[in-house]
C-alpha cells in the first residue's frame, strides 16, 4: 500500500555530511510516522531516528544525537536525514520505513514499522 524508495547514500570520509531522502507514494503520507533504520554487515537492524506524523516530534538514538536530524515535507511526500560529522562506525545500509499512526507516536522497534524501503548505502571511510 505505501512504496518507500531511499536516495542520496554514498561514500564519504569521516567527518563529512549526507542527505538522505525517502519518497512515498502509494498511500497519504501525512498520516504516518517515519523512522530511519540501519544495518551494518553481521549485525542486527538499529534504529537511528524518527519523526512523527506532523513532524513536531522526533526521537534519536544516542550514537547519533547532535549528528544527526530528521525532517519531513509532507507536500513532497518525503523524509530527509540530515548526517553531519560522520563516522566510520556509521557505515551501513539505510532504511526508510513508515508506521501507520496520527498522534505523536514514533515506534522504536523495528517490528513497529508497516512498510520498508529497499535500503541506500553509506560508507564513510578513515
Known amino acids: 500500500q505505501v512504496q518507500l524508495v531511499e536516495s542520496g547514500g554514498g561514500s564519504v570520509q569521516a567527518g563529512g555530511s549526507l542527505r538522505l531522502s525517502c519518497a512515498a507514494s502509494?498511500?497519504?503520507?501525512?498520516?504516518?510516522?517515519m523512522g530511519w533504520f540501519r544495518q551494518a554487515p553481521g549485525k542486527e537492524r538499529e534504529f537511528v531516528l524518527g519523526?512523527?506524523?506532523?513532524?513536531?516530534?522526533?526521537a534519536y538514538a544516542d550514537s547519533v544525537k547532535g549528528r544527526f536530524t530528521i525532517s519531513r515535507d509532507n507536500a513532497k511526500k518525503t523524509v530527509y536525514l540530515q548526517m553531519n560529522s560522520l563516522k566510520p562506525e556509521d557505515t551501513a545500509v539505510y532504511y526508510c520505513?513508515?508506521?501507520?499512526?496520527?498522534?505523536?507516536?514514533?515506534?522504536?522497534?523495528?517490528?513497529?514499522?508497516?512498510?520498508w524501503g529497499q535500503g541506500t548505502q553509506v560508507t564513510v571511510s578513515s
Open positions: 520505513a513508515a508506521a501507520r499512526t496520527t498522534g505523536y507516536y514514533i515506534p522504536l522497534p523495528a517490528g513497529g514499522y508497516d512498510y
Open positions: 502509494g498511500r497519504t503520507f501525512s498520516n504516518y510516522a
Open positions: 519523526i512523527n506524523w506532523s513532524g513536531g516530534n522526533t
